[in-house]
C-alpha cells in the first residue's frame, strides 16, 4: 500500500501533532511504501519527504489560513500526488486539510483526517481556555471569540477584527466542509469522537485509534538517595494560559520544601511565570529549562519523580500522558478532556476535579511524594497500559486496517 501522509510542521515542531505523526510514519514504513508531505524540511524525516517550499510563509499564516495559501498549497500537493499516485493519503492536522481535499477529489483518492482538537468546530482555541466549548455559535458570538483572541497578542491587535474577521470566518467553514469532505476520521480519543459527533460528523466514518507511545531506547532512571529532593516536571508550550502552568507555580508554595519543580518549554507567558515565582519566593525550588530537544526530554522524564498535567483547556489525551508511563513515573492530571482515558485515579495517577485550584495540586503532589511504593506501583501500572493499548506495532495495525476499510469503501 502507498501512502501519503501530510503534515503541516512535521519535523519543525516538538509539539504532539508533530511527534505522533513522525512514530506513526516510522511505524508504516517498517512494511508499506510512505512518504511525507510537509510546509518546509527541517530536520531529518523517517522516510522519503516533500517540501511545499512555503519558507516566505509565516507559520501563523499557514495555521490560520488564507485563500491565497489555500490555492498555492494545492497547486503543489496536486503536482506530487499526480507523480507519486498514493492509494490512500492520512491529513494529520487542518491547516493543509481544505487544500489537501481538493487536490485528492480531483485525484479520487481516499483521504483519512486525524482530529486531536476542537478545530473540527471552531479555529479559535479560546473558546475552550475555561475549560468547556460551545457548538454552533452564531456570528455575532464568534466575533466576540476574534476579539478576545487578538487581544490576547496585544490590546492593539484587537482593532484588527473588522479586517480580519473574513479570513478567519471564512477559514473556520472551510474546516468544517472539508471535515465532513473526508472519507474517514481517526479520532485520537474517545472524548474527540464524542465531540466529532456533537458536531454533526457521522458516527460510521469515525476510528477512534490512540496516538503511539514513544519508542525511546530504554536509559536507566536516575537512583535517588533518601537525602535529595523529590522532583515534579511539566512539559509544554508556555504559550497558552489555559495550559494551566501558572496553577502548578502557585502550588509550590504549599508543598513540603524538598520538592522542587522543573519546567521544560518556552513561549510568551515565561517571563510572567519567571516574575511569579520570584514573588512567591520559590527561586531556588522552581527551574525553567527553557525549549530542549526531544532525546532531553526523555532523560528529564525519567530522572523526575511524579509528572504534572494541570490544563485547563479540554485537551483530547495530551502526548504527556504517554510520554510519562513510558518512562513509567505516575501523572498529577486535570480531570479535563479525554485525560481520564488513560490517568486512572488511583491506578496510573491522580485526578484534579477542580482545575484551577493550586492547593488541590498542592494536596496531590505531597500525597503522592510521602507514598514511594504507591507512586512506583503507578508508574508501573501506567507503563504495563501504555504498552498494551499504544505501542508503535499496534497502533500501526489500527490505522492499517482503518486504510484498508477505507480504501474498500472508497471504489464502491
Given at each position: 500500500?502507498?501512502?501519503?501522509?501530510?503534515?503541516?510542521?512535521?519535523?519543525?515542531?516538538?509539539?504532539?501533532?508533530?511527534?505522533?505523526?513522525?512514530?506513526?510514519?516510522?511505524?508504516?514504513?517498517?512494511?508499506?511504501?510512505?512518504?511525507?508531505?510537509?510546509?518546509?524540511?527541517?530536520?531529518?524525516?523517517?522516510?522519503?519527504?516533500?517540501?511545499?517550499?512555503?519558507?516566505?510563509?509565516?507559520?501563523?499564516?499557514?495555521?490560520?489560513?488564507?485563500?491565497?495559501?489555500?490555492?498555492?498549497?494545492?497547486?503543489?500537493?496536486?503536482?506530487?500526488?499526480?507523480?507519486?499516485?498514493?492509494?490512500?493519503?492520512?491529513?494529520?492536522?487542518?491547516?493543509?486539510?481544505?487544500?489537501?481535499?481538493?487536490?485528492?477529489?480531483?485525484?479520487?483518492?481516499?483521504?483519512?483526517?486525524?482530529?486531536?482538537?476542537?478545530?473540527?468546530?471552531?479555529?479559535?482555541?479560546?473558546?475552550?481556555?475555561?475549560?468547556?466549548?460551545?457548538?454552533?455559535?452564531?456570528?455575532?458570538?464568534?466575533?466576540?471569540?476574534?476579539?478576545?483572541?487578538?487581544?490576547?497578542?496585544?490590546?492593539?491587535?484587537?482593532?484588527?477584527?473588522?479586517?480580519?474577521?473574513?479570513?478567519?470566518?471564512?477559514q473556520n467553514k472551510l474546516f468544517k466542509k472539508s471535515i465532513n469532505q473526508t472519507d474517514s476520521i481517526v479520532a485520537v480519543s474517545y472524548f474527540v469522537k464524542e465531540s466529532l459527533k456533537?458536531?454533526?460528523?457521522?458516527?460510521?466514518?469515525?476510528?477512534?485509534?490512540?496516538?503511539?507511545?514513544?519508542?525511546?531506547?530504554?536509559?536507566?532512571?536516575?537512583?535517588?538517595?533518601?537525602?535529595?529532593?523529590?522532583?515534579?516536571?511539566?512539559?509544554?508550550?508556555?504559550?497558552?494560559?489555559?495550559?494551566?502552568?501558572?496553577?502548578?507555580?502557585?502550588?509550590?508554595?504549599?508543598?513540603?520544601?524538598?520538592?522542587?519543580?522543573?519546567?521544560?518549554?518556552?513561549?510568551?507567558?515565561?517571563?510572567?511565570?519567571?516574575?511569579?515565582?520570584?514573588?512567591?519566593?520559590?527561586?531556588?525550588?522552581?527551574?525553567?529549562?527553557?525549549?530542549?530537544?526531544?532525546?532531553?526530554?526523555?532523560?528529564?522524564?525519567?530522572?523526575?519523580?511524579?509528572?504534572?498535567?494541570?490544563?485547563?483547556?479540554?485537551?483530547?489525551?495530551?502526548?504527556?500522558?504517554?510520554?510519562?508511563?513510558?518512562?513509567?513515573?505516575?501523572?498529577?492530571?486535570?480531570?479535563?478532556?479525554?485525560?481520564?482515558?488513560?490517568?486512572?485515579?488511583?491506578?496510573?495517577?491522580?485526578?484534579?476535579?477542580?482545575?484551577?485550584?493550586?492547593?488541590?495540586?498542592?494536596?496531590?503532589?505531597?500525597?503522592?511524594?510521602?507514598?514511594?511504593?504507591?507512586?512506583?506501583?503507578?508508574?508501573?501500572?501506567?507503563?504495563?497500559?501504555?504498552?498494551?493499548?499504544?505501542?508503535?506495532?499496534?497502533?500501526?495495525?489500527?490505522?492499517?486496517?482503518?486504510?484498508?476499510?477505507?480504501?474498500?469503501?472508497?471504489?464502491?
Amino acid at each position: 500500500m502507498k501512502i501519503a501522509i501530510i503534515s503541516t510542521f512535521m519535523g519543525q515542531k516538538t509539539s504532539g501533532a508533530e511527534i505522533s505523526s513522525f512514530f506513526l510514519t516510522k511505524g508504516l514504513s517498517k512494511t508499506e511504501d510512505v512518504f511525507i508531505i510537509t510546509s518546509k524540511l527541517t530536520a531529518k524525516m523517517p522516510t522519503r519527504a516533500y517540501a511545499l517550499d512555503m519558507d516566505k510563509v509565516p507559520n501563523i499564516a499557514l495555521m490560520i489560513g488564507t485563500p491565497i495559501t489555500n490555492y498555492m498549497i494545492y497547486k503543489k500537493i496536486i503536482k506530487i500526488l499526480k507523480k507519486e499516485k498514493p492509494d490512500i493519503i492520512h491529513v494529520q492536522d487542518f491547516p493543509l486539510l481544505p487544500s489537501t481535499i481538493k487536490a485528492a477529489k480531483q485525484l479520487k483518492i481516499p483521504v483519512v483526517m486525524s482530529v486531536r482538537d476542537f478545530r473540527h468546530q471552531c479555529n479559535l482555541a479560546i473558546c475552550s481556555a475555561d475549560g468547556d466549548f460551545t457548538y454552533n455559535c452564531n456570528k455575532r458570538q464568534y466575533y466576540k471569540c476574534l476579539k478576545e483572541t487578538l487581544s490576547e497578542k496585544g490590546g492593539i491587535f484587537s482593532l484588527l477584527t473588522p479586517f480580519v474577521y473574513p479570513i478567519f470566518s471564512s477559514q473556520n467553514k472551510l474546516f468544517k466542509k472539508s471535515i465532513n469532505q473526508t472519507d474517514s476520521i481517526v479520532a485520537v480519543s474517545y472524548f474527540v469522537k464524542e465531540s466529532l459527533k456533537k458536531s454533526g460528523v457521522d458516527e460510521k466514518k469515525i476510528d477512534t485509534i490512540f496516538v503511539p507511545a514513544p519508542d525511546w531506547p530504554k536509559i536507566e532512571s536516575k537512583k535517588r538517595s533518601n537525602t535529595e529532593s523529590n522532583t515534579v516536571l511539566f512539559a509544554g508550550g508556555l504559550i497558552v494560559k489555559a495550559k494551566g502552568f501558572q496553577t502548578i507555580v502557585k502550588a509550590m508554595k504549599d508543598v513540603p520544601k524538598d520538592i522542587t519543580l522543573r519546567i521544560a518549554g518556552s513561549g510568551i507567558y515565561l517571563n510572567h511565570l519567571k516574575v511569579l515565582r520570584d514573588k512567591l519566593d520559590l527561586k531556588d525550588r522552581i527551574e525553567f529549562l527553557g525549549k530542549i530537544s526531544y532525546e532531553d526530554m526523555q532523560k528529564e522524564y525519567l530522572n523526575c519523580d511524579i509528572v504534572l498535567l494541570p490544563s485547563i483547556i479540554p485537551e483530547s489525551l495530551s502526548r504527556i500522558i504517554f510520554e510519562s508511563f513510558s518512562a513509567k513515573k505516575p501523572i498529577i492530571a486535570t480531570d479535563s478532556g479525554g485525560n481520564k482515558e488513560l490517568v486512572k485515579n488511583g491506578e496510573t495517577g491522580l485526578l484534579i476535579k477542580d482545575k484551577t485550584s493550586a492547593e488541590e495540586f498542592a494536596s496531590k503532589i505531597t500525597q503522592l511524594r510521602i507514598a514511594t511504593k504507591i507512586r512506583e506501583e503507578m508508574g508501573e501500572n501506567g507503563y504495563r497500559l501504555i504498552q498494551k493499548c499504544c505501542s508503535l506495532d499496534t497502533i500501526t495495525k489500527k490505522h492499517l486496517d482503518t486504510y484498508k476499510k477505507t480504501i474498500e469503501q472508497h471504489k464502491k
